[in-house]
Nanobody, 115 residues
Framework: QVQLVESGGGLVQPGGSLRLSCAATFSSFRVFAMGWYRQAPGKQRELVAVITTGSGTRYADSVKGRFTISRDNAVNTVYLQMNSLKSEDTAVYYC?????????WGQGTQVTVSS
C-alpha cells in the first residue's frame, strides 16, 4: 500500500520561505519519479515540480527559480524548498509519483502566504 504524508506547511509572509517534506511508506520509492502538486481554492490541482529517479528536475514556470525539489532515497522522502513566496503560492500542497497514483493522494499540507 502506498502512503504519502506531507508536512511543513504554514502561514508565511510574502517573500518568506518554507520547506515541505513528504514521507513515503513504499519501499520502492527510489524507482519512482516524484512530484509536488498544489491546489488553490477554486482551481484545479497543478504540478509544481518533479524530480526523476536520477534526480533530474523540472518546474512549472510560475515557481522556476524560487522552488527547489530534492529527494533522499535513504529515508524515502522528497522535499520542496520554497523561497520568495508570493500570495499566489497559497494552496494545499501534495506529493505523489509522476504521473500520480490515484490511490496515493494524501491529506496535503496547507501553505498560506499573507501579510
Amino acid at each position: 500500500q502506498v502512503q504519502l504524508v506531507e508536512s511543513g506547511g504554514g502561514l508565511v509572509q510574502p517573500g518568506g520561505s518554507l520547506r515541505l517534506s513528504c514521507a513515503a511508506t513504499f519501499s520502492s520509492f527510489r524507482v519512482f519519479a516524484m512530484g509536488w502538486y498544489r491546489q488553490a481554492p477554486g482551481k484545479q490541482r497543478e504540478l509544481v515540480a518533479v524530480i526523476t529517479t536520477g534526480s533530474g528536475t523540472r518546474y512549472a514556470d510560475s515557481v522556476k527559480g524560487r522552488f527547489t525539489i530534492s529527494r533522499d532515497n535513504a529515508v524515502n522522502t522528497v522535499y520542496l524548498q520554497m523561497n520568495s513566496l508570493k500570495s499566489e503560492d497559497t494552496a494545499v500542497y501534495y506529493c505523489n509519483t509522476d504521473p500520480p497514483l490515484r490511490a496515493a493522494w494524501g491529506q496535503g499540507t496547507q501553505v498560506t502566504v499573507s501579510s
